[in-house]
C-alpha cells in the first residue's frame, strides 16, 4: 500500500482546510498539493509545497530585460523565447517540494541529479516497512542485445516466473533475517543502522525533495525520456503531469524544445542544409560516424 491510513488522514485533513494567502497561488497546483500519486507498486509522488507559476517566471525575467520585453509581450510567447535562448535563471523562480516514496535502486539514480534538496528517511533511526519492489511480469524482460544498458524482449515461458519467485523470496528471506537481528526479544538487538546493510536494492525509502523548475526540467528531461530505465521513467512521467498543471506556458515549452526538439552538431545541421539543396546525403558522405548516423537519421525522421 503506497500510503498508511494515518497518513492518509494527514492528507485528507490538510486539504480539508484551504487556507487563505496573499501570495499569488497556480490553480492546477492546488488541485494536486498533497495528493499522493501512486507509481510501481508502493511507491507515490505527491506535492508538499511549491513556489511560483508562468507569471513568477515572465515577472523574474522582466526585470532582466526592463522595457525590453515589447517584442515578446505576452507571457506565453516570453516564456518560449526564454525556453528557447537556454536563458534559464527565470525558471529558477519557480520551486517545488515533493515527497516521494521509491525503491532504493530507483533512488540512487535520481540521488545522481545533484541541484536539488533531499531529506531522507532514516533507516538508523526507524524500522523499513517491509515493502519491496517485484516487477509487474510485463516488465520481467531479458537485457538487451543492442543496448548494454537496458533491456529488451520480455522472458519467455516460465523464465519469468521463476525470476519472480526468486525476488520475491529472496526479499522475504532478507526481511526476515533484518527483523530476527533488530529483535530484542530474549537478545541485545543488531543496532539499525548495520541491520539494514543486508536489505536488498528493492526496498522502498523516502524522501523529500525540493528543486527549481530549471533544475526539474532538466531532470524530467533525462528521466522521462524513452532511454532511461522504466522504474525511474514512471516517477517522471507522473511529475510531468503535475508540472504541466502548475506551470502550463513553462511545461508547453518544455516539451516542444527539449522533450521533443534535438540538440544538432554542425556537421549535422550542414547535411540539413544540403538535403535540402537536393543532394543525396550518406553516412559515408555526411561526416558523421555510424552511431551519429543513425541517431541523426532518427531525428530527422
Ligand atoms: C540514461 C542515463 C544513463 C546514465 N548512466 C550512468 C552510468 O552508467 N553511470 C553513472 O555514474 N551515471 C550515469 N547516469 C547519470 C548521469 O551521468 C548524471 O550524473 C545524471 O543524469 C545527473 O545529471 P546532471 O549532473 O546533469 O544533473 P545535476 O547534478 O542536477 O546537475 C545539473 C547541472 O548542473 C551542473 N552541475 C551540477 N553539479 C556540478 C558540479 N559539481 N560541477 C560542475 N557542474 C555541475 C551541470 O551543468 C549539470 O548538468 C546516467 C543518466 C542517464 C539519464
Not at 37 to 42: A, C, M, R
Not at 133 to 149: C, D, F, G, L
Not at 248 to 270: I, N
Amino acid at each position: 500500500m503506497p500510503l498508511s491510513p494515518e497518513h492518509q488522514a494527514e492528507i485528507d485533513e490538510l486539504r480539508a482546510r484551504p487556507q487563505s494567502t496573499l501570495r499569488s497561488t497556480a490553480a492546477g497546483m492546488e488541485g494536486h498539493l498533497y495528493t499522493a500519486y501512486p507509481v510501481l507498486d508502493h511507491g507515490f509522488v505527491r506535492v508538499i509545497d511549491y513556489m511560483g507559476d508562468d507569471a513568477a517566471i515572465c515577472q523574474a525575467a522582466r526585470v532582466s530585460y526592463g522595457r525590453g520585453t515589447k517584442s515578446v509581450s505576452n507571457d506565453e510567447g516570453l516564456i518560449r523565447y526564454l525556453m528557447r535562448h537556454w536563458h534559464s535563471t527565470p525558471f529558477e523562480m519557480c520551486e517545488i517540494k515533493l515527497h516521494v516514496k521509491l525503491p532504493v535502486f530507483v533512488a540512487r539514480q535520481w540521488i545522481r541529479h545533484r541541484t536539488a534538496n533531499v531529506n531522507e528517511y532514516s533507516a538508523r533511526y526507524s524500522i523499513l516497512d517491509r515493502e519491496f519492489y517485484i516487477p509487474a511480469p510485463e516488465h520481467v524482460a531479458a537485457q538487451s542485445t543492442v543496448n548494454n544498458q537496458g533491456r529488451g524482449e520480455l522472458l519467455e515461458g516460465g523464465e519469468a516466473a521463476r525470476v519472480l519467485e526468486i525476488l520475491k523470496a529472496d526479499s522475504a528471506r532478507a526481511y526476515d533475517n533484518y527483523e530476527a537481528m533488530i529483535s530484542q526479544d530474549g537478545q541485545q538487538g543488531l543496532a539499525r543502522e548495520l541491520a539494514r546493510m543486508n536489505l536488498p536494492a528493492n526496498i522502498y525509502t523516502q524522501w523529500y525533495w525540493k528543486v527549481d523548475l530549471h533544475n526539474l526540467f532538466h531532470f524530467l528531461r533525462l528521466r522521462a525520456d524513452a532511454h532511461a530505465q522504466y522504474e525511474i521513467r514512471v516517477y517522471a512521467e507522473e511529475i510531468c503531469k503535475l508540472v504541466a498543471d502548475w506551470v502550463p506556458f513553462a511545461y508547453k515549452a518544455f516539451e516542444d524544445y527539449r522533450m521533443g526538439g534535438a540538440t544538432l552538431s554542425a556537421t549535422a545541421l550542414d547535411c540539413i542544409r544540403r538535403m535540402v539543396k537536393g543532394e543525396e546525403v550518406t553516412q559515408e558522405t555526411s561526416g558523421m560516424s555510424k552511431g551519429e548516423w543513425r541517431e541523426f537519421m532518427q531525428v530527422v525522421g
